[in-house]
């Protein structure tokens, strides 16, 4: 088994994932500082103390996820479950490495792009071949949806590859025409999608406002879950850095229903 130091891995993460170019929520990048060599790395969803216990369990250097810690806004003092999750990254002299927007944006490792792959999603592309996009920070992709018909079709593939039953605003019927999708927690980005001239948007979560869009607007929208819609640009990350330095890595979902 190879290693590769923490800076380093810092520096191609960086570099990879063109972490500089997001104003996010967050910082991304080494957000805690741990042992100066890595041979195993964690990857998972969220930096939960339950992934941290993982980690801690098989003997990881490191951490790495999309949702890290120090979220703008957050309540900044050190107690409770930010003080037992800082604890035991500090005992156990982990680095944590978080990416969240430059993970889900990035055009093959990203969070978008796996979805598309899972679900069988096509995505459009402009005239250089990179993903078509709208919406904030182009974080919307675009597509269409081979072999499958009607929103009843998308919502039946969702639960069979995810393995989590959908909520599904519109009609069964509807035709798939152009979707857009972005994971997590999107919802706030629909009226974009739609602007963009799609008929069909799924992303993570939903809000009180979203149903009424959807009825609104004659469109679907499809709810699959925040956590069960961001679980592969992780272990994508994972396989680069495994596949760029040898060092071992391991994904592990600690399965969230939201």
Request: one cysteine or more; aromatic letters at 6%.
């Amino acid at each position: 088994m190879k290693d590769v130091t923490a800076q380093d891995l810092a520096r191609w993460l960086d570099a990879t994932l063109a972490s500089t170019r997001f104003k996010d929520y967050c910082p991304n990048g080494l957000q805690v500082e741990g042992k100066p060599t890595i041979r195993r790395i964690v990857t998972g969803v969220t930096a939960s103390e339950a992934l941290l216990r993982e980690a801690i369990a098989h003997d990881a250097d490191a951490v790495l996820v999309h949702h890290g810690w120090f979220w703008k806004n957050e309540d900044p003092r050190v107690r409770g479950p930010r003080r037992t999750r800082l604890a035991l990254t500090l005992a156990h002299d982990l680095n944590l490495f978080a990416y969240h927007l430059p993970l889900d944006a990035h055009p093959t490792l990203g969070n978008n792009a796996q979805l598309a792959r899972i679900l069988g999603l096509e995505p459009l592309r402009d005239d250089a071949g990179n993903p078509l996009l709208c919406g904030p920070d182009n974080l919307i992709w675009q597509g269409t949806a081979p072999g499958l018909n009607t929103l009843a079709d998308l919502q039946h593939r969702v639960a069979q590859r995810l393995a989590r039953t959908p909520l599904v605003i519109g009609d069964p019927n509807l035709p798939l025409g152009r979707i857009a999708w972005c994971t997590g927690g999107a919802q706030n980005m629909m009226a974009d999608a739609l602007d963009a001239g799609a008929t069909v948007y799924l992303t993570g979560e939903a809000s009180e406002q979203t149903t009424h869009l959807a009825r609104e607007t004659g469109t679907g929208f499809i709810g699959a879950g925040h956590h069960a819609t961001e679980r592969y640009g992780a272990q994508a990350l994972g396989d680069a850095v495994a596949a760029q330095f040898g060092v071992e890595v391991i994904f592990i979902d600690v399965d969230n229903p939201v």
